[in-house]
């Protein structure tokens, strides 16, 4: 099998009505077709091989984003691609079925590379994914869908505004798979979907709304794949690099009724700058953008006729045991490794006393091939809201305290956990104010020192320094 060849290149995109919009994505051939950011496919056991071409005039790279893979193929910023450069990532895929993403990582230019649209979705199938689709009787692009969402800063003349060295990047137009205001005409049946959130900084709450009416949703997997068991939820927080896998049921619904998905409002909880120093107006860089915990409308769905001997089953199968998961471990002797996350006076963020920009390359610390650890991670008062995301390894959340009260309602399992806590995951948002502690097992069937990163999601924290390398030895 030929690798996969992407060229990381610019394109113009007639993405708006009036002039076109000058776009970064990986290009590359996907069957007879040359696509952008093409949604790729891989079985869990595949080798997946990919050589990227940078076209670009800035190094780049491509990280997969929720894979357990060596230092190497990663991906991150520890190994960039110079502009005019080639390198092949090649890695076996052991993951658990699941929907990962690639995105461009490099050191400082994550959060404009990702806003310029460097960013596409990895899907991993195996035995357990495929007899649930039987079972469900869903087909992949009909009625089990993959919804990449973003937001992005349009201007005037249709080009994607980006700032260096701003704080949150928010935008005034929402995209899903690269469509703008984008809908979808569904039949009165159950649905699918795949909701993977490529925003640079955007938390969503994620919703199916009727009316004045929330429709209820079945969550069945997060970041690392499906849970145990379906759980019943009325919305989602999905913060930037989340995904989850949701069932939803429109059965009920007439044609020509609509249904919205939607992020609801929620307290955004930037509590960072009770002084007013760093973030004068936050809103100021973003004309036209619905502010952070804001209502925002993402995509309309509207009901269409289907003839009733087409009508797929009104009922689900059951889902009480989807995968097996084992249940948390008991970490009682794990060692605990403490992390806080906080910014200092001078606006600048930091994990413990770890800002990228002064820490680099050296790993803040290192932990032994095969140990398994607690990180405690634990966020001020004074902060906002941090995606934490661990690269190489999924883990389990074992609890989360002093959890604000959006959060606390949502617990439907000891610990505090939510739904979505509890499955794996390679993303955890922690609140300001609150602990969360993960169990993480090192088992790596590498041999040698690779070197992973720690950061947050929101990418600007990212590429402003709120990040770490660390090492497994
Ligand atoms: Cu999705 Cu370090 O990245
Ligand atoms: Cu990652
Ligand atoms: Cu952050």
């Not at 915990?293 to 059951?318: F, K, N, S, V």
């Amino acid at each position: 099998k030929q690798p996969l060849r992407l060229l990381a290149q610019t394109l113009s995109v007639g993405l708006f009505p009036g002039p076109a919009t000058s776009l970064w994505a990986y290009t590359g051939r996907v069957g007879a077709r040359e696509v952008g950011n093409p949604l790729l496919h891989a079985r869990r056991g595949d080798t997946v091989e990919v050589e990227l071409d940078n076209r670009l005039a800035e190094a780049t790279t491509i990280h997969w984003h929720g894979l357990s893979i060596d230092e190497a193929n990663d991906g991150s910023g520890l190994h960039p691609v110079a502009p005019g450069a080639r390198r092949s990532y090649r890695y076996r895929v052991d993951n658990r079925a699941g929907l990962y993403w690639y995105h461009a990582h490099p050191h400082g230019r994550t959060g404009v590379q990702l806003q310029r649209g460097l960013a596409g979705l990895l899907l991993v199938e195996d035995e357990e994914e495929r007899t649930l689709r039987q079972r469900l009787g869903m087909r992949w692009g009909e009625r089990d869908l993959p919804l990449m969402i973003a937001d992005k800063q349009v201007g005037a003349d249709n080009a994607i505004v980006y700032k260096d060295g701003a704080d949150d990047w928010i935008g005034n137009r929402v995209l899903i798979n690269w469509t703008p205001e984008p809908y979808l005409d569904v039949i009165p049946a159950w649905y699918r979907f795949r909701l993977a959130n490529v925003a640079n900084a955007r938390m969503l709450r994620v919703a199916f709304v009727q009316g004045d009416q929330v429709l209820p949703m079945q969550l069945i997997g997060t970041d690392g794949g499906l849970l145990a068991q379906a759980w019943p939820v009325d919305d989602v927080f999905l913060a930037p690099a989340q995904r989850i896998d949701v069932l939803v049921d429109f059965g009920a619904l007439a044609p020509g009724q609509r249904v919205m998905l939607r992020s609801l409002d929620y307290v955004a909880m930037e509590n960072e700058d009770e002084s007013g120093a760093f973030l004068p107006d936050p809103m100021a860089d973003h004309p036209g953008a619905t502010p952070m915990g804001a209502a925002l409308d993402l995509m309309e769905l509207r009901l269409i006729d289907c003839a009733t001997e087409r009508r797929p089953p009104a009922r689900l199968p059951d889902l009480s045991a989807l995968s097996k998961i084992d249940p948390l471990p008991d970490t009682a002797d794990w060692p605990v490794r403490a992390l806080r996350l906080r910014m200092d006076e001078a606006g600048r963020w930091f994990i413990n006393d770890w800002n990228f920009h002064d820490s680099g390359h050296e790993p803040a610390f290192s932990v032994r091939r095969g140990s398994r650890e607690v990180w405690e991670i634990r966020n001020s008062m004074t902060s906002m809201p941090h995606p934490i995301h661990l690269h190489g390894f999924q883990f389990r959340v074992l609890s989360r305290s002093i959890s604000p009260p959006d959060i606390r309602g949502r617990q439907v399992a000891p610990g505090g956990l939510t739904a979505q806590d509890l499955g794996w995951n390679d993303t955890v948002v922690v609140w300001p104010g609150e602990i969360v502690r993960l169990a993480i097992d090192f088992a790596q069937p590498l041999t040698g020192t690779h070197r992973y990163m720690l950061h947050c999601h929101n990418l600007e924290h990212e590429d402003m320094g709120m990040m770490l390398t660390f090492a497994v030895t």
